[in-house]
């Protein structure tokens, strides 16, 4: 299967997501569904069932997450040499220089992307179009509103 770039941060963040699934949500599912049981007849039990239907949710993600760390590639920013050059994990303050906007962007994983933390995925156009470029340089960009020129103002690695 394909490796799936990620951060150390994103990681971090499944591995705490699937302790919490493990070691809490999974035993206290096990607990509700013994409790629905001792209220008798299954067939007709909504508590049994609503909590059985938890458990397949549950266990669901906590393969889902299984799958991705295992096939993860993750990236420590800080131990790459990277010439001052956007790459992946990197934090890229951009100026849209037909509205002369500011943003600041993370290049991240794909399950990583939040556009409200200002977290972008590596397959992005955005990101795309940034990747190879450094700081003071002028790109062209397609995205879905058609051609933008952006300047990289900051790069950081963090």
């Known amino acids: 299967m394909k490796r799936i770039p990620m951060t150390l941060r994103g990681a971090e963040k499944l591995r705490e997501e699937l302790d919490y699934l493990r070691n809490v949500l999974r035993p206290e599912i096990i607990k509700n569904i013994s409790e629905a049981r001792e209220h008798g007849d299954l067939k ?4 049994y069932h609503a909590a059985r239907e938890q458990q397949g949710f549950c266990e669901g993600r906590i393969q889902e ?7 993860a ?10 010439d001052d050059k956007v790459v992946f994990g990197a934090t ?4 849209n220089l037909d509205t002369t906007y500011r ?11 939040n556009l409200k933390e200002h977290m972008i995925s590596i397959n992005s156009p955005i990101a795309r179009g940034l990747i190879g470029h450094k700081e003071g340089d002028i790109v062209r960009i397609n ?9 990289i103002l900051q790069v950081k690695y963090c």
């Open 44 to 47: 007709e039990n909504a508590e």
């Open 65 to 71: 997450i299984e799958s991705k760390l295992f096939n």
């Open 73 to 82: 590639h993750i990236i420590d920013i800080t131990k790459l040499t990277t």
């Open 92 to 95: 890229v303050g951009v100026e």
């Open 103 to 113: 943003q600041t962007y993370s290049i991240v994983g794909d399950d990583e992307a």
């Open 143 to 151: 995205t879905p509103k058609g051609k933008v020129r952006y300047k």
